[in-house]
């Protein structure tokens, strides 16, 4: 079957929308340092996992206006 959906973003520019950020080490503390509100949000959480998974989803958040499903396994490489 012959694709007639139009492609005007590169893989490179789908990733950089649409995938989980990946963060160097000035954009992980710019991200991840939390506000007092937010830091409340977070520490809201009754588990520390939810709490992490909130504080990423702010990071990522803050960095493209988008909510990501974290995967533990890709957190922290």
Not at 21 to 43: I, V
Not at 44 to 61: D, E, G, H, N, P
Request: charged share 25%; glycine share 2%; hydrophobic share 40%.
């Amino acid at each position: 079957m012959k694709k007639e959906h139009l492609s005007i973003l590169t893989q490179a520019e789908q990733a950089a929308f649409y995938e989980a950020p990946d963060f160097n080490e000035e954009q992980r503390y710019d991200f991840l340092t939390l506000a007092s509100n937010e830091l409340e949000l977070a520490m809201s959480r009754k588990s520390w996992s939810a709490r992490v998974y909130c504080c990423l989803q702010i990071a990522y958040f803050k960095s493209v206006t988008l909510f990501f499903k974290v995967d533990w396994n890709e957190v922290g490489r």
